[in-house]
């Protein structure tokens, strides 16, 4: 295996490269892979992109760092991991995932409008401020952008639709983890969080709910676009 690996789908095809590796040499838990260095070289990727790669293979105990000693096969098949995460054959889920998302939002942000203190909207203020911020400087959003999302369910104050859309919104999490071949999947829809916030402080439920769908739809069209 000599050959560098091409620039779509970057993420899944490191993936599968490193799957094929461990196949082909015949690699066992336990044991140990090359170098991260090694492994750029090999693939032809930057450090960044083997990195995020490595993330996903780690929380999934395919592969396990230690500090100092290297990186070495997990515990957990690596086509375990591929047929989890073979989102060509998920677009389908993930698109009925947001039109149900949408449903479930308009009620849970008329209840947040309605209910939601102060503080809670000075809370939620400060991490529209920081994923903004962080969205400005073309840093990576990902988290700050689901604790936007899980604080407004969370301030519906009904903890029946909030376990209900967090069991919704995990199908998007694992998505988000390991996003198809779009390079930037919040470009388009990132700037609308901000505008939310300030239809929710504004007490304003149709434009909050409006808002949010253009969101959701923009998140939408992103997915059925891919090929």
């Not at 983890?177 to 700037?191: I, Q, R, V």
């Not at 239809?199 to 769908?213: D, R």
Request: glycine share 4%; charged share 30%; net charge neutral.
């Amino acid at each position: 295996m000599n050959s560098k690996i091409q620039r779509t789908s970057l993420q899944s095809e490191i993936i599968r490269y490193i799957q094929n590796y461990i196949q082909e040499n015949g690699l066992k838990p336990g044991d140990r892979l090359p170098s991260q260095e090694k492994l750029i070289e090999m693939m032809g990727v930057s450090r960044t992109s083997l990195r995020e790669a490595m993330k996903t293979l780690e929380a999934r105990n395919v592969l396990e760092a230690k500090n100092g000693k290297g990186i070495y096969v997990g515990s957990q098949e690596v086509n375990d991991l591929l047929r989890l995460i073979d989102f060509a054959k998920e677009k389908e889920l993930l698109l009925d995932t947001l039109e149900v998302r949408k449903i479930l939002e308009r009620e849970i942000l008329r209840m947040v409008i309605h209910s939601a203190t102060r503080e809670e909207l000075e809370e939620l203020g400060a991490i529209t401020r920081v994923l903004m911020a962080k969205f400005r400087r073309g840093e990576q959003q990902t988290a700050e952008d689901k604790k936007f999302h899980y604080t407004i369910y969370r301030l519906s104050h009904n903890q029946v639709m909030y376990q209900l859309i967090l069991s919704i919104s995990g199908v998007m999490d694992k998505f988000w983890e390991f996003p198809l071949n779009m390079e930037d999947p919040f470009l388009e829809s990132l700037p609308l969080h901000e505008e939310l916030y300030n239809a929710i402080c504004e007490k304003n439920v149709k434009k909050a709910q409006a808002i949010n769908e253009k969101l959701l739809d923009a998140v939408y069209r992103d997915i059925r676009n891919q090929r």
